[in-house]
């Protein structure tokens, strides 16, 4: 599976900030262990076409993607919160509020490095926007 995120910031995952995902050409969401969105970068509201002050602070399971809000997808937050570390790809179909999207998600949680469990996101077909 093709890597996108930085394998470099895999033991750093503490020092992702705010300012630091907006360089970043893939989309970046972060949940606390409420579910609640944390982080969510401009790439990622170009991908979702929501607005971050819809996003933050709200639950992503329920508010944000309620589409996410299986075992394919929350199960696998659900697996690491309770394990406290996880490291895994899986393409996921984003269906709620916007057109289908096909994207390669990328699930990263160490509770050793961050309480927060991170998915890194990059579309799978690029949209025609992209083209241009």
């Known amino acids: 599976m093709k890597e996108f ?3 470099a910031w895999r033991k ?16 970046v969401i972060a949940l606390d262990d409420a579910a609640r ?7 990622e509201e170009r991908l979702s076409g929501l607005p971050r002050a819809e996003v933050i ?3 992503f399971f329920v508010e944000v993607a309620p ?3 299986s075992r394919l997808f929350r199960g696998r937050y659900l ?4 394990q406290g570390q996880l490291d895994e790809h ?12 096909s994207a390669h998600v990328h699930m990263l949680h160490d509770r050793n490095q961050s309480p927060l469990v991170f998915f890194f996101l990059d579309r799978v077909v690029p949209l025609f926007e992209d083209l241009a």
């Open 12 to 27: 750093q995952l503490a020092r992702i900030d705010k300012r630091q995902i907006e360089d970043w050409g893939f989309g």
């Open 37 to 43: 969105v944390v982080l969510f970068n401009s790439a």
């Open 57 to 59: 602070g709200r639950d």
């Open 90 to 101: 899986f393409f996921y179909t984003f269906t709620y509020r916007i057109r289908p999207i």
């Open 67 to 69: 589409c996410t809000a």
């Open 5 to 7: 995120f930085p394998q």
């Open 79 to 82: 697996k690491a919160r309770a």
